[in-house]
Nanobody
């Protein structure tokens, strides 16, 4: 029932910026904790950032200070603002959602988006 659809991926030069979006449909956005993962060819999928229902955030060390995760409940949308992009940021980026159960049960997500390609050259 719940669907996540990412958008905003594309190609950008190193040092540039890109903003990814993820729209949730099929349920109330505020019922979910949200996050972003990424996967480069031949590598495991890795967590990038999360945001709790109280807007508290976490970031992977590799993106801290460069990426910002945020959410807009009115638009049912999650964002990832990516600045100072590096070639090693090249990957397919996936939106993820966890059903809030009094806390955010971060682990294997309940739902995944289809992914959006980010290429930094």
């Amino acid at each position: 029932q719940v669907q996540l659809v990412e958008s905003g991926g594309g190609s950008v030069q190193a040092g540039g910026s890109l903003r990814l979006s993820c729209e949730l449909s099929g349920d109330t956005f505020s019922n979910y904790c949200m996050g972003w993962y990424r996967q480069a060819p031949g590598k495991e999928r890795e967590g990038v950032a999360t945001v709790d229902t109280d807007d508290s955030t976490t970031y992977a060390d590799s993106v801290k200070g460069r990426f910002t995760i945020s959410q807009d409940n009115a638009k049912n949308t999650l964002y990832l603002q990516m600045n100072s992009l590096k070639t090693e940021d090249t990957a397919v980026y996936y939106c993820a959602a966890w059903l809030w159960v009094g806390y955010c049960p971060f682990g294997i997500p309940n739902y995944w988006g289809q992914g959006t390609q980010v290429t930094v050259s």
